[in-house]
């Protein structure tokens, strides 16, 4: 377990009129950590003041520091990411969590949640989605990777019927971005709507436009409409 001294740069920021969020990195695996240090601290508006190697350093690193996120692994040593997330919410509950792990099955999941994460990302997210779903967590939001959230509605009994029959192949996700495309939101709105970055959303319209055939947004809200993805044509 280690933290950066008040004043310790990691490399060039750029200022910005945003608050700086402290956050501390918990991974067991010293690449991956080391990695996520790097990567994260380069991030205009992140600096990272801490890392830990096992749930049980996180949280006195935590109870230290008092950081504005915790970006945390599930299989650690000593103490897992579940149980740190607890303690951690307990003792400092103005502190966030977000999970990031390469388990995602569903106890997993609704472990970590019911624990009190704010976030579950899968460790093949990239640089931009972690930022988002950190700074997400920091304004008390919830985000969540696709494929999660995929496992969440298919392990509950109240997901939307609609989403068990999707036509032509469009995933639940595709399906949400098209009845946003629909309402006439931008791309921009849409991820942040949906705790993703403006990148996912260009690559969801995308599969849209080849899934369905559609030219153009014109197309594909008129696809919406014919196919009852959204209820009622606009007047």
Wanted: aromatic content about 2%.
């Amino acid at each position: 377990m280690w933290s950066f001294p008040r004043d310790r740069g990691l490399g060039p920021r750029v200022v910005t009129d945003e608050r700086v969020l402290r956050l501390v990195i918990a991974d067991d695996q010293t690449a991956v950590r080391e990695g996520l240090v790097t990567l994260l601290g380069l991030v205009a508006g992140l600096d990272v003041v801490g890392a830990a190697r096992d749930g049980r350093d996180a949280v006195a690193l935590t109870l230290r520091e008092t950081p504005d996120v915790v970006l945390m692994d599930l299989r650690m040593p000593v103490m897992d990411g579940v149980e740190a997330t607890r303690r951690i919410r307990a003792q400092r509950p103005e502190v966030e969590v977000v999970v990031l792990s390469t388990h995602a099955d569903d106890a997993s999941i609704l472990d970590a949640l019911r624990a009190g994460a704010r976030g579950f990302l899968t460790k093949d997210a990239g640089r931009a989605e972690i930022a988002l779903a950190v700074r997400a967590a920091a304004a008390g939001q919830t985000m969540l990777s696709a494929d999660v959230q995929d496992r969440l509605l298919a392990a509950t009994e109240h997901g939307p019927p609609a989403r068990r029959e999707l036509p032509d192949g469009l995933t639940a996700r595709e399906a949400d971005v098209l009845e946003r495309v629909a309402a006439g939101l931008t791309n921009g709105r849409i991820a942040r709507e949906l705790f993703i970055t403006e990148a996912t959303v260009k690559t969801h319209v995308n599969h849209i436009f080849a899934k369905t055939g559609a030219r153009d947004r014109a197309q594909a809200v008129h696809y919406a409409y014919r196919h009852g993805i959204v209820a009622r044509q606009p007047d």
